[in-house]
């Protein structure tokens, strides 16, 4: 109570509206690799919102190795259309499937050797710990890695969001030239622990992006030294100018397409569904932009052993060409496929959303006194944020009470020994809704009646 010495009349403000959950971000990816601008051996972070944004902080991409014939044709034997430093070319993919605001984990530059790969990308990932905003955690460019350091590295992305418990890991089944898959090999190396918190795509996707390259670099036919750039109209030497063939080499190279891992992708359509349906919608059903066709057709039965693996237990979603609808994401399962609670990516990440909206707007009531005016502000805040929820499809049941509860109190989930000690504790139990994973119609003949 204010001391008043002094005639006079005072306004005094009354807060009558109970706290509120603010509710937090659900799609803010972290993207781990190398950049252009990125410092040898030291891990920088930054947060950017288009391209441009990524450009102007860490560089542009690899050029990549070409190398043409006399008659302009490109050399593709041996090419691997996966760049070395995939990065920039996924960054774009995310953009392009509408993706925004996001953060970029810069583990070094383009002279990063394989040697040190797996202790930076590892550092990355540490650094990322200290950072509370992003939510989603990709890794494209760890598939040029060897696949134990990929398993390693996974692994480590997926103990982090369990023990953050505030993100979730979008992972790529690195590509087995050997067994054109790698099913098998990525299944056996995400751990059997953690598997809820991230999911796993596949195949890789034929993107609409062509390679960058340096005209200076590109090796045109037999004559050692000699360039695209040399047959340029343009040049300084006008004697190796040849306009025909360096238009014709420039037309060959634009169709040389990129090959990205999907994560990038799937990052982007996490992002356009949270934005357009909500988090609780699957992230599945929904066209993947910028992508000509997934590097490998699966059928329907192939995806069986995908979708549902009854040995190892962990869901692989698959990326599909459906004729007539175009390139599809079909699946939205966790790692942890056998898992009744946690089977879907949508009940996952709307747990972690609820959880950490709940979690940070409770911080009011610490050291607040531990009795039942604070207890009612609490369960008022809770009850009022999950009711908003409920109203916009995110919960089931067809009256709030079936869709949630919240429970606090003295001789309800705290006895006197709780309270002595400064704990209070609250009991929120939520009814999910989950995918319609498979619609069964049923058909039988009707008999006439007349």
Known sequence: MPTYNTPGVYVKEVSTLPPSVAEVATAI????????????????????????????????????????????????????????????????????????????????????????????????????????????????????LGQTDVDALNKQALAQCAKLMDRFAILDVKYDPATAGGVTASRDGYGPDNLSYGAAYHPYLWTTMAHVYDEAKVQVGDVVGKTLSMLSSTTANAATADTALYNQIKKNLALVRVVLPPSAAIAGIYARVDRERGVWKAPANVGVMAVIAPTKQITHDEQETLNVDATSGKSINAIRAFPGRGILVWGARTLAGNDNEWRYVPVRRLFIMIEESAKKASAFAVFEPN???????????????????????????????AAYYVSVGLGKTMNAQDVLEGRMNVDIGIAAVRPAEFIILRFSHKLAVS
């Open 29 to 144: 990816p972290a993207f781990i690799g190398t950049t252009e601008k990125g410092a040898a051996g030291k891990v920088e972070v930054a947060e950017i919102s288009t391209l441009l944004e990524y450009e102007l902080r860490f560089g542009k991409a690899e050029a990549t190795d070409f190398a043409t014939s006399g008659d302009g044709t490109v050399n593709l034997t041996n090419f691997d259309h996966v760049p070395k430093r995939p990065l920039w070319y996924a960054i774009n993919l995310y953009f392009q499937n509408g993706g925004g605001r996001c953060y970029v984990v810069s583990v070094g530059d383009y002279t990063l050797s394989p040697q040190v790969a797996l202790t930076q990308f590892a550092a990355g990932l540490a650094e990322l710990e200290r950072w509370d905003e992003p939510t989603l955690i990709v890794m494209p460019e760890i598939v040029t």
């Open 371 to 401: 009795d039942a005016t604070t207890w009612l502000k609490v369960k008022g805040m809770i009850e009022s944020y999950l009711y908003g929820l409920w109203e916009k499809g995110a919960l089931q049941g067809a009256v709030p009470e």
